[in-house]
């Protein structure tokens, strides 16, 4: 999926303007799926509208410049079906800490514990998040990736939990040899 059919699906569910589309995108419900910034967002919807996919209404607004507000339109809501068709593309997933972990040996133990703690107070905050999105009366679709999500999430705090005893022994071979040379 791409930006255009972020904003589908956003606009699907409610009428919006860029910028609430952009906080749903990056900070929201729809921060999961598909990287999205105002940079692309605002071309998106421009040909969006342009296809006829989408509606532009300004809303004045006291004191301040109107607010652009799009809504999906029937061949928008038919192009996003059709979008939703497609086999979906591998997740992807990248992690700064991962890549640290791998090379463990190559850090002392006090650097890699201040990793762990900080992926420890990400993984609760994600989780705090999603049992928050969970409890708020979603719809059953939305209820479902939020199981989803914490699902995963909290089997990666677990996976942590027990192991991270075991990443932090890997430092300790930096530690030995590096007292070894000395």
Known sequence: MNVRSLCLAILNRSDATGYEI????????????????YGSIYPALNKLEQDGMVTCRQEVQEGKPARKIYSITDTGRAEFRQTL???????????????????????????????????FAYLNGEIALMEAAGSCGCDDCLCWISEYGLEVTR??????????????????????DRQAAE
Do not use: C, G, W
């Open 155 to 176: 089997a990666s705090l677990n996976f942590l939990e027990k192991n991270q005893h075991k990443l932090l022994a890997l430092t300790e071979t930096r530690e030995l």
């Open 22 to 37: 952009r906080k749903l995108s990056t900070e929201a419900e729809y921060s999961y799926f598909v990287d999205a910034s």
């Open 85 to 119: 068709k497609i086999p979906p593309q591998h997740d992807l997933f990248k992690s700064e800490f991962l890549l640290l972990a791998m090379n463990a040996n190559l850090v002392d133990r006090e650097t890699m514990q201040t990793a762990i703690d900080q992926r």
